[in-house]
């Protein structure tokens, strides 16, 4: 595992997502109520692409078909099933980082 810079801090706004590739993951990186959380970037239903999805609540809504993730944990809103992986995300010294895979 390593850390990853996904952007400047200032590249990523309250309510503003990002979507980054890092060794064949896909990622999505969101600040959403002051905090910083990344998850695949691809849903388990049909691969939509989640850093376009809505997020509240701690969760984020796939923009193809309404499939719903708790941001903290991967778990599907819905059945609790653990569906999709998250990674470890920090910002500090004016950037945004992953931990994932090399």
């Known amino acids: 595992m390593a850390w990853h810079r996904v952007c400047g801090s200032d590249q990523l706004g ?13 990622i999505a990186v969101f600040r959403s109520e002051g905090e910083l959380s990344a998850i695949d970037g691809m849903c388990a ?3 939509g692409p989640l850093a376009r999805g809505r997020v509240a609540n701690g ?10 993730y708790d941001l903290e944990n991967g778990h599907n809103a819905v059945t609790c099933k653990p569906m999709l992986r ?6 500090h010294s004016g950037s945004i980082h ?5």
């Not at 998250?86 to 910002?91: I, L, M, Q, R, S």
């Open 59 to 68: 969760c984020v809504t796939c923009p193809w078909h309404g499939w719903q």
């Open 98 to 102: 992953v931990e994932c895979d090399d």
């Open 86 to 91: 998250t990674y470890k995300v920090e910002e």
């Open 45 to 47: 239903h049909q691969g």
């Open 14 to 26: 309250e309510g503003q997502s990002i979507e980054v590739v890092f060794s064949g993951n896909v």
